[in-house]
Nanobody, 125 residues
């Protein structure tokens, strides 16, 4: 059983930065890939970024590529999402999720087994 707890959300002006954290626990955690998703009001939850625990490979949605960076600290079992050059359209609840590792990147909500409670990110213009 994997448990995920996000933190780090808040209110920031456009052009600013935030760093989200996702603390994970569970005996089989190392066999999972980690992803960040977001859901804006009235919209479907969408993929943002993913990372594997087994290597340094990462994958990003086009909308955040070059602005967001996903990383992890194995010793702390924590995944981070550094968000720079934030835009009002980045406003959403951000969720951390875990999925069994696979050959291809998992970018769909249904592919992830475990989810955190979410953290609100609000970007003002």
């Amino acid at each position: 059983q994997v448990q995920l707890v996000e933190s780090g959300g808040g209110l920031v002006q456009a052009g600013g930065s935030l760093r989200l954290s996702c603390a994970a626990s569970g005996p089989t955690f190392s066999s999972y890939a980690m992803g960040w998703f977001r859901q804006a009001p009235g919209k479907e939850r969408e993929f943002v970024a993913a990372i594997r625990w087994s290597d340094l490979n990462t994958y990003y949605a086009d909308s955040v590529k070059g602005r967001f960076t996903i990383s992890r600290d194995n010793a702390k079992k924590t995944v981070y999402l550094q968000m720079n050059s934030l835009k009002p359209e980045d406003t959403a609840v951000y969720y951390c999720a875990a999925a069994p590792m696979a050959i291809s990147w998992r970018v769909n909500v249904y592919e992830y087994n475990y989810w955190g409670q979410g953290t609100q990110v609000t970007v003002s213009s």
